[in-house]
């Protein structure tokens, strides 16, 4: 047995409520090393389960982990395993299942069960689960009928597919979620502190598909002698002596990298999923008790490996997938006594045409900046107060801290009333707020917001606050992109506060005019630096986005 953290009882809570609203299809968003398979472990005991209870899982580490982690949340139940040559039995109560096994097309496996077998069925690693192997399981179950009183629970560190197919396809509604930076703060996980370590070989002519590289094309240009020896380079400056996972482009290229390891002192092996069974387990035994230090892996680390001792991360194959490389990096987040923290290392490649995940664009930084070694939350939340004190701030030729610091010495106070990138889409005054929505400021405390959620959905809602002082939301609309979720917006305001139209024109003439001082003594007074010239209009949207961060902040 083990106690649950309060937000991991605070999650099973919220799939309790949102299940009685009604919700029956759910998602729970929770980093890697937070403790996911402990929560869907309590749920039978939560729940006070009457039927049997479905994992579905695909991967034998994660069938594994999850059986340990129901035998001990759950000593008197009997858990079962559906996988290969291992069959579950009539009398378990909890079946953990490879999805392979039991969705393969013209398989007899799932045949085995009932439609009716399972009142809960749990989706590990739920970002996989628009695949047609598991639709095809949860079809057989009966989770997609309106009427159905099953619980279906996905539970996943990444709810962005590199592709561009939504989780709502299967899922209705994230009832529980925690981002990497909140668990971080509480000390559930780690710090994470960033170095860049600059190739120069060119990725342009890499073709991309499902929104990330081609391998074959990719392992071309990284898996080279000279480009294995600077990641090498960079591990012995920066992580020397430290249990280090190095992730790469594909087999070749983890067996290559090792080589150059080896050759140069360092202890390593290379792990992959089709190696034998055994020589896998024995590696990374002995990268556990520290005999190896160094593990080099193609597409096997990167779900289902529980090892709190890995202190540093080597990102030897770039990624265009957000969700790719936050697996890549939560493999080292896990807390262990005397761990300091996790170092992780981006060896960034040329690119004109690419956009590259990095560690500090997984946390909202610049793709381009380099942490040099510092921590990037403590970074990130740097920058955060410096956006809030100087808006206008210019972060594009800033690479470093010290060039945003250096930049505050000769602020350049230049602003636009409108984003970028919805001046095509719009006329309409539309700001941009500090959590990455848009909002539309109307009449009195109305206005219409834009914000993006996890299911990869733009909302269009219109916000107000009731004369009790209870706030309104109300959804107007739900689309697949910014600029089909502008239009739906502008068209409701034209349609339903169509006198309001005069006010609401980015083009009007008072919105260039002189800000008052009325609106410069408020923006003092908010903590605000006010450039000369400050028009109407821009001192207007720097007063929305001051109140905004104000109340996020419960001011």
Known sequence: MFALRDYQRQCLEAIEKAYWKGVRRQLVCLPTGSGKTVVFAHLPQHLRMKKRMLVLAHREELLDQAVDKFRRANPDLRVGVEQAERRAGDEDQVVVASVQTLGREGGGRLGRFPAEAFSIVVVDEAHHAVAESYRRVLAHFGLFAPETKKLLVGVTATPRRGDDRGLDEVFQEIVYRKTIREMIDSKVLCGVAGWRAETGTSLDGVATRLGDFVPGQLADRVNVPARNRLVVAAYREELEGRRTLAFCVDVQHAIDLASEFRAAGVTCLPVWGDMPRERRVEAL?????????????????????????????????????????????????????????????DIVDATRKHSLVSLPTLFG??????????????????????????????????????????????????????????????????????????????????????????????????RDIQPSGRPIRVRLALARSLEKAVHAADHWVREERGGQIGLLNRFTRWRREAATPKQVALLESLGQAVKPGLSKGEAAMLITQAFARKGMRGG
């Open 285 to 345: 035994a002995a990268f556990s008790r520290g005999e190896v230090k160094v593990l080099t892996n193609c597409n096997v680390l990167t779900e289902g490996y529980d090892e709190p001792l890995v202190e540093g991360v080597l990102l030897a194959r770039p990624t265009k997938s957000a969700l790719l490389y936050a697996q890549m990096v939560g493999r080292g987040l896990r807390t262990a006594p005397g761990k300091g923290g996790l170092t992780v290392i």
């Open 365 to 462: 930084l610049p793709e381009n900046f380099d942490l040099k070694g510092k921590d990037v939350v403590e970074t990130a939340k740097e920058l955060e107060r410096i956006r809030i004190r100087h808006p206008y701030l210019k972060f594009g030729e800033a690479h470093t801290v010290e060039d945003v610091r250096a930049l505050l010495k000769k602020i350049d106070l230049l602003s636009t009333e409108v984003p970028e990138e919805l001046a095509y889409m719009t006329d309409l005054a539309w700001i941009p707020m500090p959590d990455g929505s848009y909002r539309l400021c109307l009449a009195g405390k109305e206005h219409v917001s834009i914000a993006e959620n996890l299911l990869g959905q733009i909302e269009v809602e219109r």
